[in-house]
Nanobody, 129 residues
Framework: QVQLVESGGGSVQAGGSLRLSCAAP????????????MGWFRQAPGKEREGIAG????????DYADSVKGRFTISRDNTKSTLYLQMNSLKPEDTAIYYC??????????????????WGQGTQVTVSS
């Protein structure tokens, strides 16, 4: 059906950068990858999963949570069926498991979990002070 695979997580010191990728090696939802809205979420220990970035099917529209605005950038390459999250100026409070998600069309850029239909398994990001 749909497989989303995150990569690029790891450990970094505060102020550092990481780039997460989300590949879609199997994507048979009935619609092509390029018609899906995509998003990044994260879940810290003891906290709920929160939406931090979303992007439209063509990549022309994005939205960010206030906590990451100005530091993180979401992008996508539909020719490679891959989603990215560039994370700069990382802070210890960014420590979490990061998930990518896909929303079937018709869709709008969103940061709500309920808007998404497919999820990856997550990648750990740890930021030390």
């Amino acid at each position: 059906q749909v497989q989303l695979v995150e990569s690029g997580g790891g450990s970094v010191q505060a102020g550092g950068s990481l780039r997460l990728s989300c590949a879609a090696p199997r994507f048979t939802s009935g619609y092509t990858y390029s018609r899906h809205c995509m998003g990044w979420f994260r879940q810290a220990p003891g906290k709920e999963r929160e939406g931090i970035a979303g992007i439209s099917p063509g990549g022309g529209s994005t939205d960010y949570a206030d906590s990451v605005k100005g530091r993180f950038t979401i992008s996508r390459d539909n020719t490679k069926s891959t989603l990215y999250l560039q994370m700069n100026s990382l802070k210890p409070e960014d420590t979490a498991i990061y998930y990518c998600a896909a929303a079937r069309p018709p869709c709008a850029v969103a940061l709500l979990r309920t808007e998404y239909n497919y999820w990856g398994q997550g990648t750990q990001v740890t930021v030390s002070s």
